[in-house]
C-alpha cells in the first residue's frame, strides 16, 4: 500500500517518517492539502503537511533539528582544536605509507587505530573521560600495542620523554637502546620468555635482524616491517 492510499484509507496512524510518528490525521486545510498531527521521538508534537512527510522534507520537530544543526557546526570547526589535529595525527601515521619513516614506525610495523576511534566523536569522548588538556600528549603504555582505550593515556611532555630514555624504546618492536647508547638490544618473545639475539648498530638493522629470526623460525610475533603480499 503507498503512503497516499494510507492515507486515503485513514491507515497512516502509527506510520514512522524518520523521526515522525504520525498521530492522526487532520482536516484539510482550505486548499485541500492533507495535513497530519505528529509525534518527535524527543515528544515534541506538531501539525505537518502529510506531503513533506512522505517526500522527506520533514524528517523532526524544529528543536530537533536546531540541535542536530549545532552538533554539526561544532564538528565542522573541529579541525581547529588540537585534540583534532592529534586525532588526525594518529590515523596519518598509521595508515598513510607517504609518511614515509613516520608510518614505517607505526602502521608500517601493524599499528592501528581502533575501530571506535575512526570516528572523532568517539576519540573525543574518551579524550575528555581520561582528562585530556591541550598541554597532555597521547601515550600508548605498551610501545607494540595499538591506538586504543585500553592502551592509551594523557601523559604531559616531560613524562613522554621520559619513558622514552627509561625504556630506551626507539620505536621497533623487540628494539631498544643499551644501557650506555651504543647500540642497539634485539630480543624476541618467545613463549613469554625473552630471548637475546643480539646488538645492532642502527635500530632499523635492529628490527631486521628481529624480523628475520621471526620469520625464519616460523613465530607468531608481529613483524616490524609488514612484507609486501
Ligand atoms: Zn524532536
Not at 573525543?124 to 588538556?133: D, L, V
Not at 635500530?203 to 629470526?213: E, I, M, Q, T, V
Request: charged share 30%.
Amino acid at each position: 500500500m503507498s503512503v497516499n492510499e494510507a492515507y486515503r484509507d485513514k491507515h497512516i496512524n502509527g506510520l514512522r517518517f524518520s523521526k515522525w510518528t504520525i498521530i492522526k490525521r487532520v482536516e484539510s486545510s482550505k486548499n485541500r492539502e492533507r495535513r497530519v498531527l505528529c509525534l518527535c521521538d524527543c515528544g515534541n508534537t506538531n501539525e505537518i503537511l502529510f506531503k513533506t512527510l512522505a517526500n522527506k522534507e520533514s524528517t523532526q520537530c524544529k528543536s530537533c533539528s536546531a540541535r542536530n544543526n549545532k552538533a554539526r557546526k561544532t564538528h565542522g570547526d573541529a579541525d581547529r582544536t588540537r585534540l583534532y589535529r592529534i586525532w588526525q595525527g594518529m590515523k596519518a601515521r598509521c595508515k598513510y605509507k607517504s609518511m614515509g619513516a613516520t608510518f614505517d614506525r607505526y602502521g608500517g610495523r601493524g599499528i592501528s587505530v581502533c575501530s571506535a576511534w575512526e570516528e572523532y566523536t568517539s576519540f573525543k569522548e574518551w579524550a575528555i573521560k581520561n582528562n585530556y588538556s591541550d598541554t597532555l600528549e597521547i601515550d600508548r603504555t605498551d610501545s607494540d600495542g595499538n591506538y586504543e582505550p585500553s592502551n592509551c593515556r594523557w601523559v604531559t611532555r616531560k613524562e613522554n620523554a621520559l619513558n622514552k630514555r627509561v625504556s630506551g624504546k626507539v620505536g621497533f618492536r623487540g628494539v631498544r637502546m643499551n644501557k650506555n647508547k651504543t647500540g642497539f638490544e634485539v630480543q624476541v618473545s618467545i613463549n613469554g620468555r625473552s630471548k637475546y639475539l643480539g646488538t645492532t648498530k642502527t635500530a632499523k638493522d635492529g628490527a631486521k635482524l628481529y624480523d628475520d629470526y621471526v620469520t625464519i623460525n616460523n613465530l607468531p610475533n608481529k613483524l616490524n616491517i609488514s612484507k609486501e603480499k
